[in-house]
């Protein structure tokens, strides 16, 4: 059993690595909902459209645009 490296604390090292990526994909996820949910909160208090009607490169019209 010298130099070999053990199953389940191989294991145990994998799944601490999975849990650590997995946690951490959810905070960014959080944070991104959280600013996507604050911008939709101050444009219904401002009672703007999301978007206008004129979406095209040049156009003002609208909050949001595509790139």
């Known amino acids: 059993m010298f ?7 191989a ?3 994998a799944r601490t690595i999975s849990t650590k990526k997995h946690n ?3 905070k960014k996820n959080r944070d991104i ?3 996507l949910i604050i911008a939709a909160l101050y444009l219904a208090r ?3 459209a999301v ?3 004129n ?3 040049g ?3 609208g909050q949001f645009r595509g790139a």
Request: hydrophobic share 30%; glycine share 8%.
């Open 51 to 53: 978007r206008g009607h």
């Open 11 to 13: 294991l145990d090292l």
């Open 3 to 9: 130099g070999r490296v053990r199953i389940d604390e």
């Open 46 to 48: 401002q009672e703007q």
């Open 24 to 26: 951490e994909q959810v």
């Open 55 to 57: 979406e095209a490169a």
């Open 33 to 35: 909902l959280r600013k």
């Open 59 to 61: 156009s003002s019209n």
